[in-house]
T-cell receptor, first 114, second 116 residues
Framework: SAVISQKPSRDICQRGTSLTIQCQVD?????MFWYRQQPGQSLTLIAT?????????ESGFVIDKFPISRPNLTFSTLTVSNMSPEDSSIYLC???????????FGPGTRLTVT | GENVEQHPSTLSVQEGDSAVIKCTYS??????FPWYKQELGKGPQLIID?????GEKKDQRIAVTLNKTAKHFSLHITETQPEDSAVYFC???????????????FGQGTILTVHP
């Protein structure tokens, strides 16, 4: 399985500001995803990070609010823009194994917006 | 789109007992069903998965069964231990063709507590 790291692991931010979360994987992968997990809730897919092209967003998520970059096959960033307390969540990066299609998750970034 | 329902939301068992968590899915085209274990403060960990071409898969104390006709799948944990205590999520996806299974749709989660 891939080893995935995320930075920062947690942060407390003021409303109206933006935070960029980084995801690094130790091997090249084709698919990278960003999920949100609100407190005590399940995981919801925000978008698929496509290498070299614009991310594919799920219904209810827009690029202006959650811009995503993926400059290469091992790295991606998610920015949470113009934050409000409702954005307080765990943000998780995941990757899909090239050989088995299994999906593995990073440790998550715990965001609190005050 | 796909909808995954998971039951029960909480499950409490005594150490050594078995635990069963059930999920149903709505899209008959779904063909990949992973289970994740999430411990407090950590990301979800893949513990077992099953593809639609098999009905059952086992890995030591963990097994997953799939009934495609009824569109439901279950996680079975035998001889439970306190370290099995965690939140368990089921998920479903449809092979997107090419090189990816694509997005996962998750169930609501089950909080499993194993009492010593």
């Amino acid at each position: 399985s891939a080893v995935i790291s995320q930075k920062p692991s947690r942060d407390i931010c003021q409303r109206g500001t933006s935070l960029t979360i980084q995801c690094q994987v130790d091997s090249q992968v084709t698919m990278m995803f960003w999920y949100r997990q609100q407190p005590g809730q399940s995981l919801t897919l925000i978008a698929t990070a496509n290498q070299g092209s614009e991310a594919t967003y799920e219904s209810g998520f827009v690029i202006d609010k959650f811009p995503i970059s993926r400059p290469n096959l091992t790295f991606s960033t998610l920015t949470v823009s113009n934050m409000s307390p409702e954005d307080s969540s765990i943000y998780l990066c995941s990757v899909e194994s090239y050989s088995s299609y299994e999906q593995y998750f990073g440790p998550g970034t715990r965001l609190t917006v005050t | 789109g796909e909808n995954v329902e998971q039951h029960p939301s909480t499950l409490s068992v005594q150490e050594g007992d078995s635990a069963v968590i059930k999920c149903t899915y709505s899209d008959s085209a779904s063909n990949y069903f992973p289970w994740y274990k999430q411990e407090l403060g950590k990301g979800p960990q893949l513990i077992i998965d099953i593809r639609s071409n098999v009905g059952e898969k086992k890995d030591q104390r963990i097994a997953v069964t799939l009934n495609k006709t009824a569109k439901h799948f279950s996680l079975h944990i035998t001889e439970t231990q306190p370290e099995d205590s965690a939140v368990y999520f089921c998920a479903a996806s449809i092979f997107a063709g090419g090189t990816s299974y694509g997005k996962l749709t998750f169930g609501q989660g089950t909080i499993l507590t194993v009492h010593p």
